[in-house]
Nanobody, 124 residues
């Protein structure tokens, strides 16, 4: 089992920045990839970005490419989502997820562990 806890959400003005953290604990050595998803009210959960655990390679949804950056701290078993140039349409609950079997994972079914989410609101 892997436990994931997100933090860092909040209210930010358009054009602002936030950094989300995802702390992993448990059987993290089995992790193939970690990812970030988001879900706005009335919408399906959508992929934001991911990181391959072995290589550290990252990949992103087109909607956030160039604005969001994923990084990790192996010593802390923590993954970060740096969000810059935030827009009102980025408002959502952001979820961290871990996959034990898919090194490149962009679908919700690629992930077997999920955090509870953290709210990000972009508004003036």
């Amino acid at each position: 089992q892997v436990q994931l806890v997100e933090s860092g959400g909040g209210l930010v003005q358009p054009g602002g920045s936030l950094r989300l953290s995802c702390a992993a604990s448990g059987r993290t050595f089995r992790t193939s990839a970690m990812g970030w998803f988001r879900q706005a009210p009335g919408k399906e959960r959508e992929f934001v970005g991911g990181i391959r655990w072995s290589s550290g390679g990252t990949y992103y949804a087109d909607s956030v490419k160039g604005r969001f950056t994923i990084s990790r701290d192996n010593a802390k078993n923590t993954v970060y989502l740096q969000m810059n140039s935030l827009k009102p349409e980025d408002t959502a609950v952001y979820y961290c997820a871990a996959s034990s079997f898919a090194p490149i994972a962009t679908r919700t079914r690629d992930y077997d562990y999920w955090g509870r989410g953290t709210q990000v609101t972009v508004s003036s």
